[in-house]
């Protein structure tokens, strides 16, 4: 299968998942008690007072016809009006939707700076305590949960060593890498551990591959044999366990960017939980069904890159 076609299957392919989670997200939002009138309004407002903003809101309706009208507006673009900011939806995720995308971009790139060294030197070390020590002290990290992560690293390099900034995004450019630092590294905790583990195997394996002793029976150094041929291969599993992890990763950064009160998409998603704005929860969490499908089908495309042997759709 040629690289257009199959990008094109898989596109197809999103299309049902994000029908499938438009549909969940619908149903649980309205399944959760509450209701947005009475959450704006207050707990002492009247029943006609209410009743009022629900038809304005069009939440008198029948679920069916609430559902075929977001459907519709979304079809075209439009996402809707932010019940509690009485503004429009789409303008509140371009706002968030750069932060949340730093983060994990960030996140990526630590977990790689982190992981590829260690990996290189747990495998050309095997069995050595060099390698049990970089097996297990990554995974200690694992279990701990990343709110958890946060909370030391904020104590830790913002209000013991004043580093780092504890909380927000800044103003400027700078300001705001350096806001990004602490929760960048609280994701790199999550995704190192298990590329360790992945990198790790496969290059154990390569090193002890026919293609690997020929290249050293040629006479090339093992540092360039590592770097130029066993890494590239040993990335084609990291990317594969990067990707799914990313997943569970991305939803982590709800949490992530409440810890460092980072005005991301994550934030904006607990705001409309407790809200009840039905509008920002369905359309935040549709954008984050978005991200880790084209996540998945980046990775996908990455491997016959990094290995030319991979056949797409196979």
Known sequence: MTRKRYVLWRLLQMLGVLVGITIATFLLIHIVPGNPARTLLGS????????????QFGLNSSL??????????????????????????GSLIRQALPVTLELVAL???????????????????????????????????????????????LILFALTFHIF???GYGHTPWEHLKSMILPALTVAAGTTPVMVRAMRASLIELLDSDFVRSATAKGLSRRRILVRHALRNALVPAVSVLA????????GTVVIENVFALPGLGSLLLNGI??????????????????????????????????PRVVLGE
């Open 44 to 55: 002492h407002a009247t029943p006609k007072a209410v009743a009022t903003l629900d038809r």
């Open 64 to 89: 069916p016809v609430q559902f075929g009208n977001y459907v519709g507006r979304v079809v075209t673009g439009n996402l809707g009006t932010s019940y509690f900011y009485d503004t429009s939806v």
């Open 107 to 153: 996140g990526v790139i630590f977990g790689l700076i982190f992981a590829v060294p260690l990996a290189l030197l747990a495998a050309t070390r095997q069995g050595r305590p060099t390698d049990h020590v970089i097996r297990i002290v990554p995974l200690v990290g694992l279990a701990m949960p990343p709110f958890w992560i946060g909370f030391v690293l």
């Open 165 to 167: 900034p504890a909380g």
């Open 244 to 251: 799914v992890n990313l997943g569970f990763l991305i939803g």
């Open 274 to 307: 407790f809200n009840r704005d039905f509008q920002v929860v369905q359309s935040v969490a549709l954008v984050y069904a978005v991200i880790v499908v084209l996540i998945n089908l980046a990775a996908d495309l990455s491997y016959s890159f990094l290995d």
